[in-house]
């Protein structure tokens, strides 16, 4: 009786440290802040790896086609979920700034901050990529952001793109 016990307890005991682990990374999956990041252009999904539309974050504040290639972080301003602009630090300053920056996004070992992937339901991308290639609509992906900077997007959104300002109107 004592060996079987043991026995059972060497099977339970990693099944239950397993179980934790799991439920620690749910939980870590599910902490952080929502902010919605406008997109411009995107790769159709690749049907090989899966159902997934890749697109590149339009990051409020930054120069049109900036290179973040060598960028580790970005530091937000705004009121969540509404970023009024992004930060780039040099890319070699060292530890990400602590200090002046309430939240921060880093890069990520598989993506930079140039671009993010959404993995969607096969029967919804097609939908997506539709809207994605709208020239009237701005896509949003909503992206959640934890307190260390890793970056989970989340949903696709699109609201009608505004119209460029046309000076002040002139009275006849």
Request: glycine share 10%; aromatic share 8%; net charge positive.
């Amino acid at each position: 009786m004592n060996r079987l016990h043991s026995a059972l307890l060497a099977l339970l005991l990693p099944l239950a440290g397993l179980a934790a682990l799991w439920g620690w990374t749910h939980y870590r999956a599910g902490q952080g802040t929502e902010w919605q990041v406008p997109v411009q252009g995107y790769d159709p999904r690749d049907l090989l790896r899966g159902h997934y539309i890749t697109f590149r974050y339009d990051w409020p504040g930054l120069e049109a086609g900036a290179d973040l290639t060598f960028q580790p972080d970005l530091c937000i301003e705004g009121t969540a979920p509404v970023i009024r602009r992004v930060q780039a630090r040099a890319a070699f300053d060292g530890p990400p700034p602590r200090t002046g920056c309430r939240q921060f996004v880093r890069r990520s070992d598989r993506f930079g901050l140039d671009q993010g992937i959404l993995y969607v339901p096969q029967d919804k991308a097609a939908g997506l990529e539709e809207k994605l290639r709208d020239p009237r609509l701005q896509g949003m992906v909503t992206i959640r952001v934890r307190d260390d900077g890793h970056i989970t997007p989340l949903r696709m959104d699109f609201r009608p793109r505004s119209e460029p300002l046309a000076g002040p109107a002139s009275t006849p």
